[in-house]
Each structure stands twice: as structure tokens, then as C-alpha cells.
């Protein structure tokens, strides 16, 4: 292998590894909005589709990702089966970061009954600030945790 063929072949393999180690490192960031994703909203346990899916992508040992369980569940009680929550430790499993395209955890992605991706937000996201954008698309509050 020729010396600049395997400078190539170094520089490409170490860009790789610190992307990964971004990911795996990086709790936390702002908020923002993204694009849309073609995945389809999965039907909650009586076989109807959710309104909304809610993404959470963390891990269980990220800080501000724990801050987000007491969120996701009240979220799950306070709109009962219009929310569908769905937690992704992209630590064990960074095949969700990777098809969602994310930069940092936690991070947030609502998806509608058509899985089109219509908000995301990056780092911790209070449970009221979601309440105020479900009921914004529509959703009714059914219980107050």
C-alpha cells in the first residue's frame, strides 16, 4: 500500500471513530426542528394507530437522558393512547441515531399518524413544553399526572 493510499485509508477510518465518539459522548445541546422521516406511526397495544410517536433517543446512563423518563411517562398518562412513547438507547444500539441522523442525546423526534417526522428537539425538553405541542397538533389531555 502506497504512502498516501494509506494516509487515506487512516484519515477516513479516524474521521469514522469521531463521529462515534461524538455520539457516545454527547448528552445534552438545544433545541431545534427537523426534516421529515417515512417511518410509520406503530399501533399501540389495541391495534390502533397513535396520533402522535413520540421518539426518545438517549441512553440509560446519560444525565439529562435519565431527566427524560418522568417526561416520557408522564407524557404516556397524560395523553393516554394518542402518544405512542418509544425510548432508543443508542448507546446499545445506534442503529436508530444512525437512521434518524442525530448528533447529540437526548434527543426528541414526534412523528404523526403517518410517521412524518413534524418536530425534534435536542437535550432535555420539559413535559410541559411537549403538552403545549400536542395540544397544539390536536391531542386532548385525558389525565394530570
Known sequence: MTGPVRLRRILLVLAGAI???LLVV???GAAGDGASSSVPAAPDSSGAVAKVTF?????????????????????????GD??????????????????????????Q?????????FHRHTGFYPQADIEALLVERGLEKIATP
Open 19 to 21: 463521529a462515534a465518539a
Open 26 to 28: 454527547a448528552c445534552g
Open 55 to 79: 421518539l426518545e433517543l438517549g441512553a440509560d446512563k446519560c444525565v439529562p437522558c435519565k431527566e427524560m423518563r418522568p417526561v416520557m411517562k408522564g407524557i404516556e398518562q397524560a395523553f
Open 82 to 107: 394518542q402518544v405512542e412513547v418509544i425510548f432508543y438507547d443508542v448507546w446499545d444500539d445506534p442503529a436508530p441515531a444512525n437512521e434518524y441522523g442525530i448528533q447529540m442525546i437526548p434527543t
Open 109 to 117: 423526534i414526534f412523528l404523526d399518524e403517518n410517521g412524518e417526522e
